[in-house]
């Protein structure tokens, strides 16, 4: 395949898909099983293995294999035990996503700026923020608040990073959330984990996500005379099996990024009108931020790429307090449950109305990394996006 095709083959491409039937021995192991439900195997659940690796990986006491990261989201909140209607703190740059995940858990978002790295801006939290949900996009370590008693740490587009301790992101906070969407670093095409180093939450949050249940695997749900009522967020052992397949392929990923990412940043080129931002250490180097003097030249760059048939984004998509989800304050219920528990004030939290944020989006501009390639492709596809640059 001409390296053109292999680039421009994925749609979004986050990370590699590692997708290949000789390399499927869990899913084999899964269908000659015959059993496709984790709480009906007489050994061990690949569920439970791909738990237990996950913990293992990022250091993580408990986590919970989900159907993605939206419902990661909700249990860890929800695990929280909160009344109807309090405040979560999100980023006001994210996937919609967050968002939906604090609505539908009854539960009002409040938009917080962000930094110049584009993360929550924890110095604008006010005091006696009780939730906070930050995102490390793009694989981006965002720092954490401090003497807030709920922070989730959405890693959805961050499987890998470490903060500058070492610890793994997902780890630091009250409960991490991991997405396997097609996007995200690894892929299951849906997939999510909740992690936490709190029992009580991870018993919690198992009960939730099995009708409240307290399962005995290999049995009929049991309840105790104190259950809640909860969902069905268990996942499938196909998924699981999938999950785990990937996960083997995650140092090899995570190595192929920062080989290109070190090739990148080396050959791109320098210019007064153009920087290519830095990255952290411990960040996931999914991409390459780009930023721009003025919109016309980011607007240009795209251009000039998507021509060339380079994959690329922005991040304006991303702007919540724009979003229709956010301004609309619409719900399916009829007394417009959870908005009708707000203030009719926009929740937001901004020093100058988002404008520093907006001009910066208007300005940057991302490329994905391709960690699947062997170096000489990484080094020629870095020297096509080099001349799509100078173009512009
Ligand atoms: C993709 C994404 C989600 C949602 O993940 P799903 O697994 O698709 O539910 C949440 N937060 C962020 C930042 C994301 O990028």
Not at 23 to 36: C, P, S
Not at 44 to 55: G, P
Not at 186 to 197: H, I, K, Y
Not at 334 to 352: C, E, T, V
């Given at each position: 395949?001409?390296?053109?095709?292999?680039?421009?083959?994925?749609?979004?491409?986050?990370?590699?898909n590692y997708l290949d039937w000789s390399d499927m021995h869990e899913l084999r192991e899964a269908i000659e099983h015959g059993v496709l439900f984790r709480y009906q195997t007489e050994s061990e659940s690949i569920a439970s293995r791909l738990e237990?690796r996950v913990?293992?990986?990022?250091?993580?006491?408990?986590?919970l294999a989900v159907h993605n990261?939206?419902e990661?989201?909700?249990?860890?909140?929800?695990?929280?035990?909160?009344?109807?209607?309090?405040?979560?703190?999100?980023?006001?740059?994210?996937?919609?996503?967050?968002?939906?995940?604090?609505?539908?858990?009854?539960?009002?978002?409040?938009?917080?700026?962000?930094?110049?790295?584009?993360?929550?801006?924890?110095?604008?939290?006010?005091?006696?923020?009780?939730?906070?949900?930050?995102?490390?996009?793009?694989?981006?370590?965002?720092?954490?608040?401090?003497?807030?008693?709920?922070?989730?740490?959405?890693?959805?587009?961050?499987?890998?990073?470490?903060?500058?301790?070492?610890?793994?992101?997902?780890?630091?906070?009250?409960?991490?959330?991991f997405s396997f969407h097609h996007?995200k670093?690894l892929t299951s095409g849906e997939g999510g984990l909740?992690?936490?180093?709190?029992?009580?939450?991870?018993?919690?949050?198992?009960?939730?996500h099995d009708?409240?249940?307290?399962?005995?695997p290999?049995?009929?749900?049991?309840?105790?005379?104190?259950?809640?009522?909860?969902?069905n967020f268990v996942t499938s052992e196909g998924v699981a099996a999938i999950q785990y397949q990937q996960f083997r392929h995650?140092?090899?990923?995570?190595?192929?990024?920062?080989?290109?990412?070190?090739?990148?940043?080396?050959?791109?080129?320098?210019?007064?009108?153009?920087?290519?931002?830095?990255?952290?250490?411990?960040?996931?180097?999914?991409?390459?931020?780009?930023?721009?003097?003025?919109?016309?030249?980011?607007?240009?760059?795209?251009?000039?790429?998507?021509?060339?048939?380079?994959?690329?984004?922005?991040?304006?998509?991303?702007?919540?307090?724009?979003?229709?989800?956010?301004?609309?304050?619409?719900?399916?219920?009829?007394?417009?449950?959870?908005?009708?528990?707000?203030?009719?004030?926009?929740?937001?939290?901004?020093?100058?109305?988002?404008?520093?944020?907006?001009?910066?989006?208007?300005?940057?501009?991302?490329?994905?990394?391709?960690?699947?390639?062997?170096?000489?492709?990484?080094?020629?596809?870095?020297?096509?996006?080099?001349?799509?640059?100078?173009?512009?």
């Amino acid at each position: 395949m001409s390296l053109d095709k292999r680039l421009g083959q994925r749609f979004l491409p986050y990370g590699a898909n590692y997708l290949d039937w000789s390399d499927m021995h869990e899913l084999r192991e899964a269908i000659e099983h015959g059993v496709l439900f984790r709480y009906q195997t007489e050994s061990e659940s690949i569920a439970s293995r791909l738990e237990r690796r996950v913990a293992e990986r990022l250091g993580a006491a408990h986590v919970l294999a989900v159907h993605n990261c939206t419902e990661a989201l909700r249990l860890a909140l929800i695990s929280t035990r909160p009344r109807t209607g309090d405040l979560v703190h999100i980023p006001a740059v994210t996937f919609v996503a967050v968002a939906g995940a604090v609505l539908s858990s009854g539960l009002i978002p409040v938009l917080v700026d962000v930094d110049d790295s584009l993360s929550l801006d924890t110095t604008l939290l006010p005091p006696g923020t009780e939730r906070v949900i930050v995102a490390h996009m793009e694989g981006t370590v965002a720092p954490l608040p401090q003497d807030v008693p709920y922070v989730v740490e959405d890693c959805a587009q961050a499987l890998g990073a470490t903060f500058p301790d070492g610890r793994h992101t997902g780890t630091a906070g009250y409960a991490g959330t991991f997405s396997f969407h097609h996007n995200k670093v690894l892929t299951s095409g849906e997939g999510g984990l909740v992690v936490t180093g709190d029992t009580d939450a991870w018993s919690t949050m198992r009960c939730y996500h099995d009708h409240g249940s307290a399962r005995v695997p290999g049995r009929y749900p049991t309840w105790n005379a104190d259950a809640h009522y909860g969902e069905n967020f268990v996942t499938s052992e196909g998924v699981a099996a999938i999950q785990y397949q990937q996960f083997r392929h995650l140092d090899e990923l995570l190595a192929g990024l920062e080989r290109q990412h070190s090739i990148a940043m080396e050959a791109l080129p320098d210019r007064t009108d153009l920087r290519v931002l830095p990255r952290a250490a411990g960040d996931v180097k999914i991409s390459l931020r780009f930023r721009w003097e003025s919109r016309e030249l980011r607007d240009a760059a795209v251009a000039s790429l998507t021509g060339r048939g380079i994959a690329n984004w922005t991040l304006n998509k991303y702007v919540l307090p724009e979003h229709p989800v956010i301004t609309g304050r619409r719900s399916l219920y009829g007394d417009g449950f959870p908005w009708s528990l707000a203030p009719d004030h926009p929740l937001m939290l901004s020093r100058d109305g988002f404008a520093r944020t907006r001009d910066l989006l208007d300005r940057t501009l991302c490329v994905p990394l391709s960690p699947e390639l062997s170096e000489q492709d990484q080094i020629l596809s870095v020297k096509a996006l080099r001349q799509a640059l100078e173009a512009v």
